[in-house]
């Protein structure tokens, strides 16, 4: 990227966020932040009225916009491949929000492009292998989002998947995660005092309550997963992914439960929570000696059964 492309894609970022660090400007451009300091030092050159606070960021003066941002054709199809992802992992209110926002993307692109957008559209579709969740329903992602932001309690009825009762509860919503193609919603359960992973498709109705709750309950996604596996049989799993068989792997990671990864240049180091060792150790031994387990060890145990039945069968 050249200077002035970095200038305006800058210029953009700012005018993304309320406030933004030299080092997310440096972050996403790969560059220094002495660079940073001369092309934000250059906007304002230019007359672009920047505001800086020592310890926080840049932001644009308050009053200051930006034109209408004209996209370029790679990243509209970009809006296309999204739409359709969202028809399977979001529910009926987020998919007419997103439809509405891409008519007014389409209605600033030129005509060869709406052309090009239509045609691309019909030629791509994604099929979930997950049909557990009917997306033509509300799964209240809306108002969940709006309690995670605004740190309000939630009221829920929510139905046990063992024995299928309802119960009432007021939770505190931590973290909204998609893993197994399925939308959960870790909370802090004030009946239960602890802490819960709600699936959305049993959700039976959620109400935001104007309580808001406090941090002292906060918890990320890893550390609930790490208090939590002993109660749900799920497993923390770390692999070292060669470079090679990353696009591959990355098909599959989060049906498995990827927490979180890590590359240092060669290898992935990935986290995954899953439940079912057997299951895991039949997905990576498909990628032979490109995947070595980390921990635990009894996946390893696993993934050597496995190895000396074929061993066994095919002798």
């Known amino acids: 990227m050249n200077r002035i492309d970095r200038l305006s894609a800058i210029l953009i970022q700012l005018q993304s966020k309320s406030c933004i ?13 002495r660079t940073v300091y001369r092309d934000i030092r250059a906007l304002e050159e230019g007359g672009v009225p920047i505001a800086s606070e020592a310890g926080k960021g840049y932001s644009l003066c308050s009053g200051y916009n930006l034109p209408p941002i004209m996209f370029t054709q790679d990243e509209a199809s970009a809006f296309i491949l999204a739409e359709k992802l969202m028809s399977k992992m979001s529910d ?14 389409k209605s600033v692109l030129r005509s060869n492009e709406k052309d090009y957008l239509e045609s691309l559209d019909q030629k791509i579709s994604v099929y979930n292998i997950n049909n557990t969740n009917n997306h033509d329903t509300d799964l209240f992602l809306n108002d969940i989002q709006h309690a995670l932001v605004n740190k309000k309690l939630l009221e829920i009825e929510y139905e046990a998947n063992y024995n299928g009762k309802i119960s009432s509860r007021v939770i505190e919503p931590m973290c909204l995660c998609n893993y197994w193609q399925t939308w959960h919603l870790i909370s802090y359960c004030r009946l239960r005092n602890s802490y819960r992973d709600f699936r959305l498709d049993r959700i039976c109705s959620l109400k935001v309550l104007d309580e808001h709750y ?76 490109e995947v070595k387990v980390i921990s635990p060890p009894e996946l390893q145990e696993e993934i050597i059964l496995l190895v000396k039945e074929l061993y066994s069968y095919h002798e």
Not at 21 to 33: H, P, Q
Not at 92 to 98: D, N, T, V
Request: aromatic share 16%.
């Open 214 to 289: 406090g941090d002292e309950n906060l918890i990320n996604i890893e550390d609930y997963f790490n208090t939590l596996s002993p109660q749900n049989d799920l497993k923390k799993i770390t692999l070292q992914i060669d470079k090679s068989i990353y696009t591959q792997v990355s098909l599959a990671k989060y049906f498995y439960g990827l927490l979180n990864e890590q590359f240092d240049g060669n290898n992935y180091t990935m986290d995954f929570a899953y439940g079912n060792l057997i299951y895991f150790a039949k997905w990576i031994i498909s990628f032979g000696t």
């Open 21 to 33: 660090t030299a080092a997310e400007i440096a972050d996403r451009f790969n560059i220094s932040l």
């Open 92 to 105: 009926i209110k987020i998919q007419e929000a997103f439809s509405t926002a891409l008519f007014k993307l």
